[in-house]
T-cell receptor
Framework: GQSLEQPSEVTAVEGAIVQINCTYQ??????LSWYQQHDGGAPTFLSY????GLEETGRFSSFLSRSDSYGYLLLQELQLKDSASFFC???????????FGQGTELSVKP | DTAVSQTPKYLVTQMGNDKSIKCEQN?????MYWYKQDSKKFLKIMFS???????INETVPNRFSPKSPDKAHLNLHINSLELGDSAVYFC????????????FGEGSWLTVV
C-alpha cells in the first residue's frame, strides 16, 4: 500500500520561511504533489515533482528525493493569507490514483 | 466559468434516505473522481472514472453508486444514508489517468441526522 506522513501543525510569522516535510512509503509512484486547502474551500494544486530535485513556483518550492522517500514544500515570504492546510499526495502507478497525506495546518501569525 | 462544479453545496438529510450529488467539468478532461473528506480533513479517494469507465473503486460500501453518463459528468448516488456518511464530498478531474494536476470542485457538505 501507500502511506504519507506530514506534521499536523506548523506555526510561523509573516515574512518568514517555512518548510513542510512529507515522508512516504510506496511500492511505486509517478510523482509527489502538493495541494493547499483553505477552510471551507477546495484543495488547489500547488506543485508537482516527478523527478528528484527542486521545483520553484513563485514563493513556493517543492523538493523530492526518491532515494530518501522524502519531499518538502518550502514557502517563502509568508503572508497571512497562506494560513491553510497543505497536503502532500502521491500519484500511484496503479490506476494513477492520488493518495493524500493527513495534511499540515499552517498558521501564519502577524 | 467554473471548471468543476458540483451540486448541491449543502445537504442535510435524515438517516435512511437516498441522495445524489451531481458533478460536471468543462475542462475537457478524460478522468473524474470522487473524494471524501472527513471531519479530520483526511482526503480519501472513493472512485475514479476514465472516459465513462470505472477504473478505481476503493472499498466503498455498495450503498455508494457512481454514474458517469459521459466523460464530463460523474454523479454520486448514496442509498440508505448513515450517520458516518456525514462528510464533505469532492468531485475532481484530471486530463488523464495519473494526471499530475487534479482540479477539485467546491465540495458538497453532507450532514446526516
Amino acid at each position: 500500500g501507500q502511506s504519507l506522513e506530514q506534521p499536523s501543525e506548523v506555526t510561523a510569522v509573516e515574512g518568514a520561511i517555512v518548510q513542510i516535510n512529507c515522508t512516504y512509503q510506496t511500492s511505486g509512484f509517478y510523482g509527489l504533489s502538493w495541494y493547499q486547502q483553505h477552510d471551507g474551500g477546495a484543495p488547489t494544486f500547488l506543485s508537482y515533482n516527478a523527478l528528484d530535485g527542486l521545483e520553484e513556483t513563485g514563493r513556493f518550492s517543492s523538493f523530492l528525493s526518491r532515494s530518501d522517500s522524502y519531499g518538502y514544500l518550502l514557502l517563502q515570504e509568508l503572508q497571512l493569507k497562506d494560513s491553510a492546510s497543505f497536503f502532500c499526495a502521491l500519484t500511484g502507478n496503479q490506476g494513477g490514483k492520488l493518495i493524500f497525506g493527513q495534511g499540515t495546518e499552517l498558521s501564519v501569525k502577524p | 466559468d467554473t471548471a468543476v462544479s458540483q451540486t448541491p453545496k449543502y445537504l442535510v438529510t435524515q438517516m435512511g434516505n437516498d441522495k445524489s450529488i451531481k458533478c460536471e467539468q468543462n475542462l475537457g478532461h478524460d478522468t473524474m473522481y470522487w473524494y471524501k473528506q472527513d471531519s479530520k480533513k483526511f482526503l480519501k479517494i472513493m472512485f475514479s472514472y476514465n472516459n465513462k469507465e470505472l477504473i478505481i473503486n476503493e472499498t466503498v460500501p455498495n450503498r455508494f453508486s457512481p454514474k458517469s453518463p459521459d466523460k464530463a459528468h460523474l454523479n454520486l448516488h448514496i442509498n440508505s444514508l448513515e450517520l458516518g456518511d456525514s462528510a464533505v464530498y469532492f468531485c475532481a478531474s484530471s486530463q488523464e489517468v495519473g494526471g499530475n494536476t487534479i482540479y477539485f470542485g467546491e465540495g458538497s457538505w453532507l450532514t446526516v441526522v
